[in-house]
C-alpha cells in the first residue's frame, strides 16, 4: 500500500505560483497512476490533474489545464504539481492519490493530510 504525504502549499496572491509535492512511501509506487485532487470547502473533492506511471501522459481537469503541469520522479517517489496564474477560485485543500479510470478519474487508496492552498484576491 502507498502512503503520501503533501507539502508546498500557501498563501499566494492572484496570478502567483506554488508547487506542491507529493512524497510516496511503498515499493510499488512507480507503477500506479498518479493525481492530484482538491476539496474547497464546502465542496466535494474533485479530480484537478493524473499522470501516468512513466510520466509520459497527462491529463488536466478543464479548470486548470494551460496553468498547472503534473510530473513526477519515480527514483525519488514524487510526483509534484507546479501551480501557475493562481485565482482565488483554485483556494483548497489539495490531495494526492493512486488514480484509475473508469470514465472519469478517481482516488483509490487512502488519503494523506493534504496541504492548504490559499489564493488572495
Known amino acids: 500500500q502507498v502512503q503520501l504525504v503533501e507539502s508546498g502549499g500557501g498563501l499566494v496572491q492572484t496570478g502567483g505560483s506554488l508547487r506542491l509535492s507529493c512524497t510516496a512511501s511503498g515499493r510499488t509506487f512507480s507503477s500506479y497512476t498518479m493525481g492530484w485532487f482538491r476539496q474547497a470547502q464546502g465542496s466535494e473533492r474533485e479530480f484537478v490533474a493524473v499522470?501516468?506511471?512513466?510520466?509520459?501522459?497527462?491529463y488536466y481537469s478543464d479548470s486548470v489545464k494551460g496553468r498547472f503541469t503534473i510530473s513526477r520522479d519515480n527514483a525519488k517517489k514524487k510526483v509534484y504539481l507546479q501551480m501557475n496564474s493562481l485565482k482565488p477560485e483554485d483556494t483548497a485543500v489539495y490531495y494526492c492519490?493512486?488514480?484509475?479510470?473508469?470514465?472519469?478519474?478517481?482516488?483509490?487508496?487512502?488519503w494523506g493530510q493534504g496541504t492548504q492552498v490559499t489564493v488572495s484576491s
Open positions: 492519490n493512486v488514480a484509475a479510470y473508469n470514465g472519469t478519474y478517481y482516488p483509490v487508496g487512502s
Open positions: 499522470i501516468s506511471w512513466s510520466g509520459g501522459s497527462t
